[in-house]
């Protein structure tokens, strides 16, 4: 008698279930994907607030990859969904200095209170 094992790969729960019919309890790899209107929301702008700069900055996230890749895991917020709010909160309007909001690294809050005291 032989054994066979599959691999189904890292998926989350909800690709695992849609695609095989299963889920696995305690899944390391299981996420929750968040909506662009998740996004938004969690940006804190609301319908009214929507203007060109927030929808050209929607575009770009796009074109990024980071609406596709934004989520809720067993570790928290990805960083992907860090830095599409980081980016949609931004007061920044210029294009060219979108990236730099991405990627921009901040100093821990207890390195800003020391400078100061």
């Known amino acids: 008698m032989f054994q066979v094992f599959i691999s189904y790969g890292p998926h989350a729960n909800l690709k695992l279930f849609n695609e095989y019919g299963f889920a696995i309890q305690g899944n390391p790899h ?32 796009k074109l990024q990859g980071l609406l596709k890749s934004a989520a809720l895991n067993r570790e928290g917020v990805t960083w992907s969904a860090l830095g ?27 390195q800003k209170r020391k400078k100061k005291g």
């Open 30 to 61: 299981d996420s929750l994907p968040l909506s662009k209107d998740d996004l938004v929301n969690a940006a804190g702008i609301g319908k009214s607030a929507h203007d060109g700069v927030v929808e050209e900055k929607i575009k770009f996230l």
């Open 84 to 110: 599409v709010i980081r980016l949609l909160k931004s007061s920044i309007s210029n294009p060219d200095r979108w990236m730099d909001v991405l990627y921009s690294v901040r100093k821990p809050l207890s």
